[in-house]
């Protein structure tokens, strides 16, 4: 089982940069962690995800080169580094867990919202916006 709790959301005006965590616990080793991220009324989107082992990662084209997941081991955490703000990244954001490393070396590929194969999920951390 993993156990996953993100933070670091708040409110943030346009171009500024923010961080977001995740702290993991469990079993954690030959997993996947990614980011994830969902508007009210809007289907959950895929942001990053990265090979806990490995390190490997993929970024969603949408925040590819604004965007960058990292993963320090020995703190147990992923982090969700977000520059350049706007005001379409307000949102709720998610990290989660999957058994496959797949996620993070290939993308979601056919894996479809809202669960996208991963089987472990924090409970979310807000992201605002303003412009």
């Known amino acids: 089982q993993v156990r996953l709790v993100e933070s670091g959301g708040r409110l943030m005006q346009a171009g500024e940069s923010i961080r977001l965590s995740c702290v993991a616990s469990?079993?954690?080793?030959?997993?996947?962690i990614g980011w994830f991220r969902q508007i009210p009324g809007k289907e959950r989107e895929f942001v990053a995800a990265?090979?806990?082992?490995?390190?490997?990662?993929y970024h969603a084209e949408s925040v590819r080169g604004r965007f960058t997941i990292s993963r320090d081991i020995a703190k147990n955490t992923v982090y969700l580094q977000m520059n350049n703000l706007i005001s379409d990244d307000t949102a709720v954001y998610y990290c989660?867990?999957?058994?496959?490393?797949?996620?993070?070396?290939?993308?979601?590929?056919?894996?479809?919202?809202?669960?996208?194969?991963?089987?472990?999920w924090g409970e979310g951390t807000q992201v605002t916006v303003s412009s």
């Open positions: 989660a867990s999957s058994g496959s490393t797949d996620i993070a070396l290939y993308g979601p590929g056919s894996a479809e919202p809202p669960t996208y194969g991963m089987d472990y």
């Open positions: 469990g079993r954690t080793g030959s997993r996947a």
């Open positions: 990265v090979a806990w082992g490995s390190g490997s990662r």
